[in-house]
């Protein structure tokens, strides 16, 4: 079985900011591929008192699999 796997990791200010960009990732055209579903996992830490960022890490996987209609999971 064949599958693809993106890991991004950063940090953010803004909780919301997260939101969207996983909402963008998951449908993102250039991440569309015939036969694979995308899926967007999120590992978020508690804010950095010294920063006030969330350090965070996301996982993108292309998954065999016919995509949800109305955006992956």
């Known amino acids: 079985e064949v599958f693809y ?3 991004i990791s950063g940090s953010s200010r803004d909780l919301t900011v ?4 996983k909402e963008t990732l998951k449908n993102a055209p250039l991440l569309e591929r015939d036969g694979f579903m995308v899926e967007v996992g999120e590992s978020l830490q508690g804010r950095d008192d010294k920063t006030g960022l969330f350090p965070y890490r996301l996982s993108i996987s292309l998954v065999p699999g016919s ?5 992956a999971s």
């Open 18 to 21: 997260l939101d969207k960009f």
């Open 5 to 7: 796997q993106i890991n």
């Open 67 to 71: 995509p949800k209609k109305g955006g």
